[in-house]
């Protein structure tokens, strides 16, 4: 019995040691991935600043990013789109990108778009380099499009809630992204421009995936160690009941009447235990039967093959 304990103690010790070499091979492939993921750095972002037509109430010419604007004093937008990435192993990177803007329309209070339109200010393809370096100023001239809005309404006879979405594309290594995109409000008195900036290719989404992959599988053999363990600890559990309760147990020679209408098996060796303890009776063990009898009626648990054997 000693012996069989030891083994299993064994093998529940060897699975705990290989599950903490599978973490800490994890923590080494993940510090290693970590580590090439910051051979890209971004630098710099994009700003923009608001020109104002020629006016006798404000002093500035410009104004800068993140205020208000009243729309009618509005010449143009000056967005200078800054974008650096640069790889540190001295790899090509294939990128192309371009500039574009939008124009939309939405009707029932914002929620269904009615009308689009798409304008296309700048493209460069196929650039073939160790860095992505772009630098472009552009100059967007707010009037035009909200006179461009203006004529499309009168032209219907709707009004409706319309903005004009600027955005620089960057494709890289075939991956297609919005790098920037500014949001802003067109035929409103008032106006707020909102700008996002998304450093998509700085997320490795490979990692992601592998990172899933691992924690499913960490996650089974988890399940596996403690399943496993439960069945040889449980086994253990019960070489202790036994060795507690052995004075109550008797080895008989003559197995039980297991033709009888009234028996009642049981599923753990504790229940039997209890059943006896809180009757003050005793257990019969045939083999690897265990049972007591209550008002003619069995109550029998069986133990497996290879428990009964070892005792």
């Not at 104002?52 to 143009?76: D, V």
């Not at 009776?281 to 070892?310: A, G, H, M």
Request: hydrophobic share 35%; net charge positive.
């Amino acid at each position: 019995m000693q012996k069989r304990r030891k083994i299993r103690i064994l093998i529940i010790l060897s699975m705990t040691i290989l599950l903490i070499g599978i973490l800490l091979l994890e923590v080494i492939y993940f510090n290693k991935n970590i580590q090439k993921n910051n051979i890209y750095k971004l630098k710099n972002k994009t700003y923009y600043e608001v020109t104002l037509k020629p006016n006798n109430y404000f002093s500035n010419k410009k104004l800068k990013a993140g205020n208000y604007y009243i729309a009618n004093s509005i010449k143009t937008i000056d967005i200078y789109f800054n974008y650096y990435l640069k790889n540190k192993v001295k790899e090509k990177i294939n990128y192309s990108y371009d500039i574009t803007a939008t124009l939309k329309s939405y009707g029932d209070n914002g929620t269904k778009l009615i009308w689009t339109k798409d304008f296309k200010l700048k493209k460069k393809n196929n650039i073939n380099k160790e860095e992505i370096n772009i630098k472009e100023n552009y100059n967007l001239d707010y009037q035009c499009y909200l006179n461009y809005v203006k004529a499309f309404q009168k032209y219907y006879n709707v009004k409706a809630e319309t903005y004009l979405y600027v955005k620089l594309n960057i494709k890289v290594n075939g991956q297609k992204n919005s790098y920037v995109l500014l949001t802003i409000p067109i035929n409103e008195n008032i106006i707020e421009i909102k700008m996002k900036e998304n450093n998509f290719f700085l997320k490795n989404n490979k990692q992601d995936v592998e990172l899933y992959k691992i924690i499913v599988i960490d996650f089974i053999v988890i399940v596996i160690i403690l399943a496993v363990s439960k069945i040889l600890l449980s086994k253990d559990n019960e070489e202790a009941i036994l060795k507690e309760y052995h004075d109550m147990i008797i080895s008989i020679q003559n197995g039980p009447n297991l033709d009888s209408n009234n028996i009642i098996y049981l599923t753990k060796l504790k229940d039997l235990i209890n059943i006896a303890v809180n009757n003050n009776i005793n257990i019969f063990n045939y083999q690897n039967y265990y049972y007591t009898i209550i008002n003619n009626t069995y109550y029998v648990y069986k133990r497996e093959k290879d428990n009964y054997k070892s005792m």
